[in-house]
């Protein structure tokens, strides 16, 4: 994976110090029906492109970050 | 407690080690014939105290932001992120007694390695991708990576002589012990027993 993280807590990373944590998706009202729930937890976009993602710092802090990423070509734009 | 199944195996090259116990815990105080000096010694300091300290805890140590740490010559404190701290205590007594619940002792379920002398820096850089040693920076560093993917955390002490201290879960323990010996071998890393590492961090006893 030929990009770094930056850790608001660690500085500058390696991905492979992280544990992927997939796109970040609005989730459905508390009342929606089960489709909504199954679609929410079980669908992905998996888009060629620019996309928010929730990443896990595994072996470092310990803490959740979002950033934003081109998939294609790994450019983090946003974090 | 640490048990004698539970311990690092030694490699045979090491010597004859002298055992002694502290507190309970078996530790080896030197080897025979005795280690001499070395540019890179390696010991294990499992038996020391060790802390995961959150909330009011942590922040009664006083550290700032993240990889901030303090050396107060007795123990090591390093920020892991805002309200967690991790503590180490390497001279004081082994009996940990916390100051309130905000501590999860950790003395059982991580091992401790001591990497010191000249060369530790060449052999701590052979075992972790980050920069443990930024010019930017000042004081003693706290660093939480990974050494061929096992999470680790790293001190450097930043004392007067260079010198790092490594743990890891004790599961990984063996692995992290013998990852540091490979990275070693072309600086002439020598394990050693407690007196050559306290005599290191204090000075020779009189």
């Given amino acids: 994976m030929p990009f770094l993280i ?28 089960v489709k909504a729930w199954c679609d929410y937890l079980y669908l992905y976009e998996n888009m060629s492109g620019v996309q928010d993602e929730w990443w896990y710092h595994t072996m470092g802090c310990r803490s959740w970050l979002k950033i934003r990423r081109n998939t294609v070509t790994h450019e983090i734009i946003e974090e | 407690m640490m048990t004698h199944a539970r311990a690092i195996a030694l490699p045979g090259w090491a010597g004859k080690p002298v055992e002694t116990q502290l507190e309970g815990w078996p530790v080896v105080e030197r080897f025979e014939p005795p280690e001499g000096d070395c540019a890179v010694g390696l010991t294990d ?30 123990s090591l404190a390093g920020c892991l992120k805002p309200g967690h701290a991790v503590v180490l205590d390497l001279t004081g007594p082994l009996e940990m007694k916390p100051a309130d619940s905000s501590w999860t002792d950790m003395t059982d379920g991580w091992v401790l390695l001591g990497l010191w002398g000249p060369l530790s820096l060449d052999v701590v850089q052979g075992l972790v991708t980050v920069d443990v040693e930024p010019r930017e920076r000042g004081g003693a560093l706290f660093f939480a990576t990974s050494c ?10 930043r004392a007067q002589k260079p010198g790092f201290v490594i743990s890891c879960a004790r599961s990984h323990g063996q692995n992290l012990f013998e990852a540091c010996i490979r990275a070693g071998r072309q600086s002439g890393l020598k394990v050693t027993g407690l007196k050559a590492y306290s ?8």
């Fill in chain 1, 6 to 33: 930056d850790c608001p807590n660690c500085g500058r990373r390696s991905p492979y110090e992280f544990k992927f944590g997939g796109e970040c998706k609005r989730a459905p009202d508390p009342g929606a029906d």
């Fill in chain 2, 199 to 206: 005599d290191w961090l204090c000075g020779p006893a009189a």
């Fill in chain 2, 45 to 74: 300091l499992s038996h020391r105290p060790k802390a995961i300290v959150q909330g009011a805890g942590a922040q009664r140590l006083g550290l700032a932001r993240p990889g901030q740490a303090v050396w107060n010559g007795q």
């Fill in chain 2, 148 to 157: 061929h993917g096992v999470p680790v955390q790293l001190f450097n002490l």
